[in-house]
């Protein structure tokens, strides 16, 4: 699946099924707790924290939540998600090409 189709996807499902999108801010906020959420998985699977008793991680759950609810922000503020990824793997390649290369921290 293309970004733009995954940005299409994602409104389909909000006109059909979610009513409205929540606000800007609210969907904001959501983005964070989704982050927060990944950052627990991430932090006792690769990290020195342990999981309780009857947790079950979900790792890809975890990013594809967090993937939904940017989609949804990208979609009602107007953002197109597939140019502003390409401009962005622009910037970076003109910005750090040689910097990764030449950091004595990677090597």
């Given amino acids: 699946m293309h970004i733009d189709e995954a940005q299409r996807l994602v409104d389909e499902w909000i006109q059909t099924h979610g009513v409205r999108y929540f606000s800007e801010l609210t ?3 959501v983005l964070t707790e989704e982050v927060g ?30 993937l939904w609810v940017l989609i949804c922000l990208a979609n009602q503020t107007g953002v197109d998600l597939t140019d502003a990824f390409r401009k962005s793997v622009e910037k ?10 030449n950091n ?3 090597k």
């Fill in 37 to 66: 959420e990944l950052a627990r998985v991430m932090a006792r699977r690769f990290g020195d924290q342990s999981f309780k008793e009857g947790e079950f991680p979900n790792l890809e759950e975890e990013m594809a939540d967090v």
């Fill in 92 to 101: 970076k390649t003109n910005r750090d090409k040689d910097r990764h290369k």
């Fill in 104 to 106: 004595p921290k990677l």
């Fill in 27 to 29: 969907n904001m906020a």
